[in-house]
């Protein structure tokens, strides 16, 4: 088994859980800033970077709360979850990323996600 470690990050976004939602479940929304093309079929999201594919399942998702993707080539204990979360005294939202990497990609995974998000955050003008 690879044994990767479960890591999570938390970042702050300006904008409404709803809107937020709509980039992170919707082909369109993903393409905007995860990947170069996004398509789904039957629960199936093919991601593309560069003309190199990878599909995920999607596996659990809460109306404007929560979408969690499934790797098809990965472990089936893996699994990338984006979870809106609002402060309700605040009203404050962040967005918070559980993601599996192995040990020794870890820092680079992480990284991977900051420029993401950094370009989410630049797209939703946030």
């Known amino acids: 088994m690879s044994g990767k470690k479960k890591f999570n990050i938390e970042y702050e976004i300006k904008s409404s859980p709803r809107i937020l939602y709509s980039f ?3 082909p369109n ?3 905007q800033w995860f990947a170069d093309d996004v398509t789904v079929r039957d629960q199936v999201f093919t991601f593309n970077w560069d003309g190199e594919e990878q599909k995920a399942k999607l596996l659990c998702t809460k109306e404007n709360k929560l ?3 499934k790797w098809l080539d ?3 204990e893996y699994f990338f979850e984006m979870e809106i979360l609002q402060d309700e005294l605040t009203n404050d939202v962040a967005l918070s990323i559980t993601d599996f990497a192995a040990e020794d990609t870890l820092s680079e995974r992480k990284l ?3 420029n993401q998000i950094e370009y989410l955050i630049s797209v939703l003008g946030a």
Do not use: K
């Open 67 to 69: 979408v969690r993707f």
């Open 74 to 76: 990965d472990d089936p």
């Open 29 to 31: 929304g993903l393409t």
């Open 112 to 114: 991977i996600w900051d």
């Open 24 to 26: 992170l479940s919707e």
